[in-house]
């Protein structure tokens, strides 16, 4: 059974930074592509930013030039490094791994990302 926890999350000022933190519990987490999604209130959940096993990189519009995913393969961990924080950046944030050899889909328990003065 595959498990992701997150860390990171917070409450922080327009323009501020936070850095998310994922650590996947599963074998062979090189091969598998690992994303960030978020869900604000009232809203759909939304891809935010995605990695795959080459280190190829897909951001939402959104948040191109602002946040930046990346993978450290052998702490099996992925993270989100978020700058210039606006406050329609404010949603549940969840870690998402998309398995290689199945394509089954796990998801962490989401951190709280607040964005206000």
């Known amino acids: 059974q595959v498990q992701l926890v997150e860390s990171g999350g917070g409450l922080v000022q327009p323009g501020g930074s936070l850095r998310l933190s994922c650590i996947a519990s599963v074998s062979t987490f090189a091969l598998h592509t690992m994303g960030w999604y978020r869900q604000a209130p009232g809203k759909q959940r939304e891809l935010v930013a995605d990695i795959t096993m080459s280190r190829t990189t897909n951001y939402a519009d959104s948040v191109k030039g602002r946040f930046t995913v990346s993978r450290d393969n052998a702490k099996k961990m992925v993270y989100l490094q978020m700058n210039s924080l606006k406050p329609e950046d404010t949603a549940v944030y969840y870690c998402?791994?998309?398995?290689?050899?199945?394509?089954?889909?796990?998801w962490g328990q989401g951190t709280q990302v607040t964005v206000s003065s």
């Open positions: 998402n791994l998309k398995r290689l050899d199945t394509n089954a889909v796990y």
